[in-house]
């Protein structure tokens, strides 16, 4: 393959991870492997959700990058489509675009079920607190101490479990655990990549509190602990929990394999992919 068309697809592969659409696929998929874990079916109600997860998903995490990193350029963007004063400029574009993800959003949101939005409130104020300073002196609850893995652990682990039923029965309970551990473990090294960044700001996190190496104890017992809670949900009928044991053993490899010089992919691709892989693994056994 030419120079040329490598390099340009390498950067439409990397621009597909950077700009959250793989994340979108990831939550797309998992919304709907653990509707199966919950009902053994899929309806298609279900698929109109995860769509509307998919898009929302993009579109949070690019507001989080653009709130965090871009604050300045998203001020200048509003003052130039509400003011004379500020010209619009190419860069205001990008704000643009990046909002573009809430129009899908927008239209499922009205074929989605009452009950449905009703449980999709709470990781829905979590989810926008995170991303957006709304709090006093512009902060986010993400650079409040602690706070950034257990609201994307919890956010996550909600989509995975109680926002798939209306039931609360103790199988709902066990999966919401679950998936929180497992969404913690994951997270860990993405907190041990941007601790000197999170640490400039202020911002306490796991791995600056406990060091990189009981950071990484503290996400393999997390992912241990998930199976366990698996072995339990196969005593109250989860006939899926071989493969997810399975795909979260190789989440405990991608884990211990983490070092200060890893690449975006190994974030982006192997760490998120350890979510998709779940998933695949679930469709997988339930088409058999």
């Not at 995860?50 to 963007?77: K, P, Q």
């Not at 643009?96 to 949101?109: I, K």
């Amino acid at each position: 393959m030419p120079v040329g068309k490598y390099k340009l697809l390498s950067s439409i592969t990397k621009g597909a991870f950077v700009k959250n659409y793989f994340i979108g696929l990831c939550a797309f998929a998992w919304y709907l492997s653990s509707c199966l874990l919950l009902h053994q079916e899929l309806k298609s109600g279900d698929f109109i959700t995860a769509g509307f997860i998919l898009a929302c998903t993009i579109w949070m995490y690019n507001l989080d990058r653009l709130f965090g990193d871009n604050w300045e350029l998203v001020t200048s963007a509003f003052k130039a489509l509400s003011t004379k004063t500020v010209t619009f400029e190419k860069s205001h574009a990008k704000i643009l675009t990046e909002s573009l993800f809430a129009l899908p959003a927008l239209v499922l949101l009205f074929f989605m079920e009452w009950d449905v939005l009703t449980r999709l409130f709470l990781p829905a104020v979590v989810a926008v607190l995170y991303a957006i300073p709304v709090l006093p002196s512009g902060l986010r609850i993400r650079e409040l101490p602690f706070v950034k893995i257990l609201a994307i652990a919890f956010v996550w682990a909600w989509l995975g479990s109680f926002l798939c039923t209306g039931t609360w029965y103790l199988h709902t309970y066990l999966l919401f655990a679950e998936r929180f551990l497992f969404i913690f473990a994951i997270t860990i090294p993405f907190d041990l990549r941007d601790l000197r960044p999170d640490e400039q700001k202020g911002i306490v996190t796991v791995p600056a509190k406990t060091g990189k190496r009981r950071a990484l104890v503290l996400a393999r017992a997390a992912l241990f602990l998930a199976i366990g809670l698996m072995i339990v949900g196969y005593m109250n009928g989860d006939s899926f929990y071989l493969v997810r044991a399975a795909t979260t053993l190789v989440a405990i490899g991608i884990v211990e394999r983490w070092h200060p010089e890893r690449k975006w992919h190994y974030y982006l691709f192997f760490l998120d992919g350890c979510i998709l892989l779940e998933a695949m693994a679930i469709f997988a056994q339930y088409s058999i």
